[in-house]
């Protein structure tokens, strides 16, 4: 069903405010096909910021940037969770603060997430989560340990009970806030990515969305959090990108290949990376799951650092892969050997293979990304996170050597098989143009420690084995550039409560943006695009704050938003029921 055929009178005729409709209704005729669009069209055209809170209002002392919002599920709370180590607590309806939980981590607090109606969890730059009651904020539940840098996403699987946690030390960790021992909780770390930025669960927990600094979104489908840890052991996405943009096998990461074989029943692996034409994305660092888990919304910066971009991709699972997913990376099997005259020439690959696109360079920390000392808790320095986590540049001490190679062309590696005599794990035999053959032992485990032993007795693991590079799919359904104002900081993007809209920060206010004119769901309006389609300027509420905007969010059960920027500034924004707005 798509959108074809509304017309600006059909929806003035259903819109909130039309006495019509709601005749209409009293009557007990049904709503035609459309109607809900153009319901919701006019409630969210008609959104204006009416309330405000800051400190000067509540008379109190700065409570620095509002990094992250949260409503409760049944939407009676909104919690803030801001720069200044506080967690601020309002009523979403009145919009009065209510509580004030002053010093409740050691660092800023970056996310809040509801657990029920009652209980919350906040994670901070002091590398600890904390668990809280609403009916006792005097002091919190518990104090999770286990990561050692700063922890930036919390998300609840529902389906297992467990608290989801990641940060910029590149873990992932789960939680059974219903254990309890002596030290902790019972934790596990599940999974480890250099350059994480975001790790989200859709509603159902079946699906795992992962960004990283290096333009990655990761996907794990049929998501099972307690075996997670044993079927991704020892595997990099940035490693097994790195080999998709290279063309070339990397064996160590072409051993993973079976995580993204479309027959596997759990913790499948998926790789998203297609972003519009003029993004060249290097750092996702915001992303938010559709409430039915149908796609998901990213933001990214692009590798000059010059723009911003709001991406939706299909993240929903596909039971059925297409030829063209992978391609094979070895040679045919050789012919007869025939005499022939010697050639002098370049040899030709008889299997062309996918321009990729070239890698982003990378700039290091400490040139032109340092920051003042006041500045470093709260410039989120995109620079510096990419040049330690990314684990694609290479290490300051190996830099310069680096550069004076980079002056002189690359050799070309190109793998051949092992000698007839060696045995069935040995070393799988790489060379170097004009060079010394190196080898590469896929047997031994790498120097991380993560990469686990192969059975040497398979029969499978022979050197003749061919190796195969997959080709991610395209999943971009639409797309918006941003405004680039306020360079390092992450602003932290929404859907609304039925997935209709998405809420982008803008500067120092807010945008909403519609899929299409009619403000249609997604099932219905992606049947009418043929390819990545741009997204639609609702409304735009500017210079509401004072400084720039970094969160909002709107609420579950009301047509309700709330956006936060960096001076500690609340704003609520409601439909307006004055004249209409056609």
């Not at 286990?146 to 998300?155: F, R």
């Not at 045919?332 to 030709?348: D, E, F, I, M």
């Amino acid at each position: 069903m798509g959108t074809i055929g509304l017309d600006s009178s059909f929806m003035a005729k259903y819109s909130a405010y039309s006495p019509y409709r709601l005749i209409q209704r009293e009557t007990g005729f049904e709503n035609p096909v459309g109607a809900g669009n153009a319901m919701a069209r006019s409630l969210y055209r008609a959104m204006k910021p009416l309330a405000s809170w800051d400190c000067e209002i509540g008379n109190t002392a700065p409570i620095g940037g509002v990094f992250n919002l949260e409503f409760s599920p049944e939407g009676s709370l909104l919690v803030a969770a801001c720069e200044k180590k506080s967690i601020q607590i309002f009523d979403p309806l009145t919009h009065k603060r209510i509580h004030s939980v002053n010093d409740a981590h050691l660092d800023c607090v970056n996310c809040v997430k509801f657990l029920d109606g009652r209980m919350f969890a906040t994670c901070s730059d002091d590398t600890t989560i904390a668990l809280w009651d609403v009916r006792n904020l005097k002091k919190k539940i518990r104090s999770l340990l286990g990561h050692s840098n700063w922890v930036k996403n919390i998300e609840f699987s529902v389906k297992d009970k467990l608290l989801v946690t990641s940060g910029l030390d590149g873990s992932i960790y789960t939680w059974d806030i219903n254990s309890y021992t002596e030290f902790n909780l019972v934790y596990q770390r599940v999974f480890h990515a250099s350059g994480l930025m975001r790790c989200r669960l859709s509603p159902d927990a079946k699906q795992m969305v992962m960004c990283t600094t290096g333009g990655l979104l990761v996907i794990i489908h049929n998501l099972n959090l307690s075996t997670l840890s044993k079927d991704l052991h020892g595997f990099k996405p940035n490693l097994y990108r790195l080999m998709q943009r290279s063309q070339q096998v990397i064996p160590i990461a072409a051993m993973y290949d079976h995580l993204f074989d479309a027959k596997r029943t759990e913790n499948r692996v998926e790789f998203v990376s297609d972003f519009p034409e003029g993004n060249d994305a290097e750092v996702v660092s915001a992303l938010q799951i559709h409430p039915q888990g149908w796609c998901a919304l990213s933001r990214n910066i692009s590798h000059d650092d010059r723009s911003e971009w709001s991406c939706i991709h299909d993240i929903q699972p596909s039971d059925s892969v297409s030829d063209k997913s992978c391609r094979d990376s070895s040679s045919p099997p050789p012919p007869p050997r025939v005499p022939a005259p010697r050639r002098t020439g370049r040899r030709t690959r008889s299997h062309p293979y996918h321009q990729p696109r070239p890698m982003a360079a990378v700039t290091p920390a400490g040139e032109g990304g340092a920051t003042n000392s006041g500045q470093v808790g709260r410039n989120f320095n995109m620079q510096r996170i990419m040049g330690i986590n990314t684990g694609i540049s290479p290490p300051g001490a190996l830099r310069s050597r680096h550069l004076h190679a980079s002056a002189r062309p690359a050799p070309r590696l190109r793998a051949s098989a092992a000698p007839a005599s060696s045995a069935p794990d040995a070393a799988i035999y790489a060379t170097l143009d004009e060079s010394e053959p190196i080898h590469i032992h896929t047997s031994s485990p790498s120097t991380s420690g993560q990469t686990p032993r192969r059975d040497s007795t398979s029969e499978d693991e022979t050197p003749e084995t061919r190796h195969y590079i997959r080709q991610n799919r395209e999943r971009l359904l639409y797309y918006k550039e941003e405004t680039n104002l306020g360079k390092g900081f992450i602003k932290e993007l929404c859907f609304s409560a039925d997935g209709r809209l998405v809420c982008s920060p803008f500067g120092r206010g807010m945008r909403l943006l519609a899929l299409n004119d009619y403000c249609a769901e997604l099932s219905h309006c992606v049947q009418d695009i043929n390819g990545p389609t741009e997204m639609v300027d609702l409304v735009r509420s500017l210079f509401i704050h004072q400084d720039l905007v970094v969160s909002s969010k709107f609420s579950p059960r009301h047509h309700l938003l709330v956006t936060g920027c960096l001076e500690g500034k609340v704003v609520w924004y409601d439909p307006y029921s004055g004249p209409s707005v056609y």
